[in-house]
């Protein structure tokens, strides 16, 4: 009986890795959906409560820290979206997902000009513009609707140095409007 009891233990563990392999890929599944602008409301709202109960495993809130991205998580296993990777996103609000890709310091503008030249229609609203000219900020912040989801890129040269940070909005999907 003993033995019968060690080998149960010792298949159910092997059983389960599998399970926690699987979870973890449909983990990174779901955040890269969410960076591309390509899940509901539902998704978006299951996985922000897994995120704020602790239930999404390798997937850890960083410190802030002087000239790094802003509200930083990071993965274990790469995340795979917008045909690049990365192992950091920020997540802005709990509609709103970035991933974080580095770029060349003192380059992010350009690389990200070459980012909104390859997605197509993104543009800068007037507040943006006026930052740059009137508060001498550097950075850009494109941006593109899509149906309620908005494709968002920004750049932060003053801020987060290196990086720039693409993905997607929600906001108008959760509005009443």
Not at 140 to 164: A, C, F, N, T
Request: net charge neutral; proline share 6%.
């Amino acid at each position: 009986m003993k033995h019968f009891l060690t080998l149960s233990i010792a298949a159910c563990c092997v059983a389960m890795t599998p399970l926690a392999h699987a979870q973890s890929v449909a983990d990174m599944k779901t955040i890269a959906g969410f960076v591309e602008c390509k899940l509901d409301a539902r998704q978006i709202q299951r996985f922000i409560d897994r995120v704020d109960n602790n239930g999404i495993p390798d997937f850890v809130n960083l410190p802030p820290r002087p000239k790094g991205v802003d509200l930083a998580w990071q993965t274990s296993k790469p995340i795979t979206a917008w045909g690049t990777s990365s192992n950091v996103v920020s997540l802005v609000s709990p509609h709103e997902m970035l991933l974080a890709i580095p770029a060349p310091v003192g380059q992010e503008i350009d690389a990200a000009k070459q980012w909104a030249a390859r997605i197509g229609d993104m543009h800068e609203d007037s507040g943006t513009v006026a930052m740059r000219e009137k508060l001498h900020w550097h950075g850009v912040d494109y941006r593109k609707v899509v149906g309620k989801k908005e494709i968002r890129l920004l750049v932060d040269q003053d801020e987060s140095p290196g990086w720039l940070l693409l993905g997607c909005g929600y906001n108008q999907l959760f509005s009443n409007n």
